[in-house]
C-alpha cells in the first residue's frame, strides 16, 4: 500500500506558473511508475503526465506539452508537475496516481489511463483566473 498526498495547487493568473508535489509514504516508492491527472467541473477525469519509475521517461498530453514537466525525486519520495504558461483550461482537480508491480522490463514504460494505476492522491485545485 501507499499513501499519496499532493500539494501545491492554488490560484493563478493566466500564463503564470506552480509547481505541483505527491508525496508518497509507504511502499517503495522508487518502484511505481507515476502520472498526473486532472477533472474540471463537469469533466470526465483526463490524462496529463507521466513519468517511468526509473524516471527515463515521460509522456505528456498535446494540451499541456512544452508547458509542463513532470520529474521525479526517489530519494524524498516526491514527484513533482512544473506548470508554465497556466491557461484558464488548466483549471482543474489535479490527482496524482501510481502503478505498483514495476519491473526492470518497464524501467522506460509510463501509463496513460486512469484505470492502469492502483493509487491515487485525494488532489489538489489549480485555478487559472483569465
Known amino acids: 500500500q501507499v499513501q499519496l498526498v499532493e500539494s501545491g495547487g492554488g490560484l493563478v493568473q493566466a500564463e503564470g506558473s506552480l509547481r505541483l508535489s505527491c508525496a508518497a509514504s509507504g511502499r517503495t516508492f522508487s518502484g511505481y511508475a507515476m502520472g498526473w491527472f486532472r477533472q474540471a467541473p463537469g469533466k470526465e477525469r483526463e490524462f496529463v503526465a507521466a513519468?517511468?519509475?526509473?524516471?527515463?521517461?515521460?509522456y505528456y498530453a498535446n494540451s499541456v506539452k512544452g508547458r509542463f514537466t513532470i520529474s521525479r525525486d526517489n530519494a524524498k519520495n516526491t514527484v513533482f508537475l512544473q506548470m508554465n504558461n497556466l491557461k484558464f483550461e488548466d483549471t482543474a482537480v489535479y490527482y496524482c496516481a501510481g502503478k505498483g508491480s514495476q519491473t526492470v522490463a518497464t524501467m522506460t514504460v509510463t501509463y496513460t489511463g486512469d484505470y492502469e494505476y492502483d493509487y491515487w492522491g485525494q488532489g489538489t485545485q489549480v485555478t487559472v483566473s483569465s
Open positions: 513519468i517511468s519509475w526509473s524516471g527515463r521517461s515521460t
